[in-house]
């Protein structure tokens, strides 16, 4: 018998780089970066079957069938969450939105910008991929083609900043012992977290608006879901071999209709009830703006993530308590930008000549 081990001794690891092509994927251990998250909800494979249950002549008289055949690979799903970091959580996030990365050097020699779009009509509805590496006792795997199905960022008070996300792939797995030359898990880097303390939330209604430096900003979240459809057609790849034996998993997937949501809890007041207003005059809200803030680079310029709604309605306003104090929960309508027809916008600023693609 092997040793036992504990679960925190799980590794992972994410490719450095997005995956375009959903057949074409890295399996060199240079190409990847150590990651952290919350826990490790890396799945055992396990194949659907077909049985002959539903066929005669064989004499079998309890219909139970004889013969157990490997059908299809189906697409694995795995959450991941974590706290809100300038690296892997940020990478799931660019991935996420699908659109083209551009990077821009902020401070020279020491800050980048990297900024992305949700992915657009024009730009086709194949989502980018991200290969992952797991090590979970002797469960040693490559999982290419993982498409961010969901990605929220999320802070309370003065909870740490998470982001959560769900990823599902076409179903392919690669044993690391298969893979020529041998894998490497890389280790994973210290990460720049956000701290709750340099959350903002603001938008402009005709005058800027910022909770957070009223004192009256206590929670949100900002999340998209692309609802990645993985079917399967004729002409899915053979798991193994060329062979259908071995089962098979899909050979496409396309993002569908999007989902989004953008919200915040703020402390209610003895004013007269200005948020009312929005709702009652239908008043368009410009840049929504959820802004992350952890540790400095320079005296100027922190590491930060950044997601912007350049226009919103204000849809609905819910009464709630915060430690005995009552509060109001404002939900948005998430519009196109009437400009670009992008709904989020994301940013994220990091140091040591970090880009993103």
């Known amino acids: 018998m092997g040793d036992k081990y504990l679960d925190t001794t ?61 059908h299809r690979w189906p697409p694995f799903r795995i959450p991941v969450s974590g706290k809100a970091n300038t690296q892997m959580a940020a990478r799931l996030l660019l991935r996420g939105a699908g659109g083209t990365v551009t990077n821009a050097v902020v401070s020279a020699g020491a800050v980048w910008d990297a900024s992305a779009g949700m992915q657009k009509k024009s730009e086709g509805t194949t989502p980018v991929a991200t290969t992952m590496v797991s090590e979970d006792g002797g469960r040693r795997f490559l999982w290419p083609s993982m498409l961010v199905n969901s990605f929220g960022l999320i802070f309370s008070g003065g909870d740490p900043v998470r982001f959560e996300s769900e990823l599902i792939n076409l179903g392919g797995f690669v044993p690391l012992g298969d893979i020529v030359g041998g894998f490497t898990m890389p280790e994973a880097e210290e990460y720049e977290y956000m701290h709750p303390a340099g959350c903002r939330v603001t938008f402009n209604d005709g005058v800027p608006r910022d909770y957070a430096a009223t004192g009256r900003l206590i929670s949100g979240r900002a999340y998209f879901t692309n609802n990645i459809d993985v079917p399967t057609l004729p002409g899915d790849t053979p798991f193994a071999d060329n062979d259908y034996a071995t089962g098979t998993i899909s050979k496409y997937a396309n993002r569908g209709p999007r989902g989004f949501e953008a919200g915040i809890q703020i402390y209610g007041d003895d004013t007269d009830f200005d948020e009312l207003s929005y709702i009652l005059n239908r008043t368009p809200l410009a ?8 540790d400095k680079i320079t005296a100027t310029h922190y590491h930060e993530l950044e997601v912007v709604a350049p226009l919103v309605q204000l849809r609905t306003i819910g009464r709630g308590n915060f430690n005995g104090f009552a509060t109001l929960n404002l939900d948005f309508f998430v519009k196109p930008d009437p400009v670009t027809g992008r709904r989020f916008l994301f940013r994220v600023r990091n140091d040591g000549g970090v880009t993103f693609n």
């Open 10 to 70: 799980v590794t992972v690891a994410i490719s450095e780089d997005r995956q375009t092509d959903l057949a074409t994927y890295s399996r060199d251990d240079a190409d990847f970066l150590g990651a952290r998250m919350d826990n490790a909800p890396f799945p055992v494979p396990t194949p659907e079957y077909i049985d002959d249950s539903d066929q005669i002549g064989a004499g079998d008289e309890d219909r139970a069938g004889t013969e157990l055949r490997l």
């Open 287 to 294: 840049n929504l703006t959820y802004l992350f803030r952890g």
